[in-house]
């Protein structure tokens, strides 16, 4: 149980387009969902986290207006990354939690380069 | 605000040898606490986590690890490696206190398990 997957597991984009990746829940309703980011051999970082209905929580320093977080359905959230430029070149990840349950499961992962 | 700190970057080791990996934390309220491990191409999954009782748990795979509240620590250790333990471990901290699943994450510790 408690599998979360992601689509598509990798993107390549030209710069200045847009792109989307979707976060499902497949066996669980994810009252939250969360985005990280992860660079080359580096810690996740939390971009966002999302819960259902309602607009996204951005951390600080990143930009909700490039990052578009929607999060329409329990099992369902989406990462749109507006207007794409080199530097937003990573591995981004999603994950979903039960609320109340602390504990997170995550997705595969979406590798998106920007060309 | 909350800070996971991993001091270990990158440990070689030989199979059998005997693992401990440091993890330290910076809040002095309740917290939750999570051991993740991301094997080479695959997405973090959970080896064992804390939220109360028995400071000692004990995870998947034949890892525990230790809650010392006074040391703000929680440290994994696993008695024996095999090859098949070299990945990327991540250390994680919830605080309850602040009404939210979010999790911090530490840098990560490399392990490379030579046989």
């Known amino acids: 149980g408690a599998v979360v997957s992601q689509h598509p597991s990798w993107v390549i984009c030209k710069s200045g387009t847009s792109v989307k990746i979707e976060c499902r829940s497949l066996?669980?309703?994810?009252?939250?969902m969360f985005w990280y980011r992860q660079f080359p051999k580096q810690s996740l970082m939390l971009m966002a986290t999302?819960?259902?209905?309602?607009?996204?929580?951005?951390e600080q320093g990143v930009e909700k207006d490039k990052f578009l977080i929607n999060h329409a359905s329990l099992t369902l959230s989406t990462l749109t990354v507006t207007s794409a430029h080199p530097e937003d070149s990573s591995f981004y990840i999603c994950?979903?939690?039960?609320?109340?349950?602390?504990?997170?499961?995550f997705g595969p992962g979406t590798r998106l380069t920007v060309t | 605000a909350q800070s996971v700190s991993q001091h270990n970057h990158h440990v070689i080791l030989s199979e059998a040898a005997s693992l401990e990996l440091g993890c330290n934390y910076s809040?002095?309220?309740?917290?939750?606490l999570f051991w993740y491990v991301q094997y080479p191409g695959q997405h973090l999954q959970l080896l064992l986590k804390?939220?109360?009782?028995?400071?000692l748990v004990k995870g998947i795979k034949g890892f525990e690890a230790e809650f010392i509240k006074s040391k703000f620590s929680f440290n994994l250790r696993k008695p024996s490696v095999q090859w098949s333990d070299t990945a990327e471990y991540f250390c994680?901290?919830?605080?309850?206190?602040?009404?939210?699943?979010?999790?911090?994450f530490g840098t990560g510790t490399r392990l490379q398990v030579f046989p």
């Open positions: 994950s979903a939690a039960l609320w109340g349950t602390y504990e997170q499961y």
């Open positions: 066996d669980f309703q994810a009252t939250t």
């Open positions: 999302s819960n259902e209905g309602s607009k996204a929580t951005y």
């Open positions: 809040y002095g309220g309740t917290v939750n």
């Open positions: 804390y939220f109360s009782g028995d400071p």
């Open positions: 994680a901290v919830n605080a309850r206190a602040f009404g939210t699943d979010k999790l911090i």
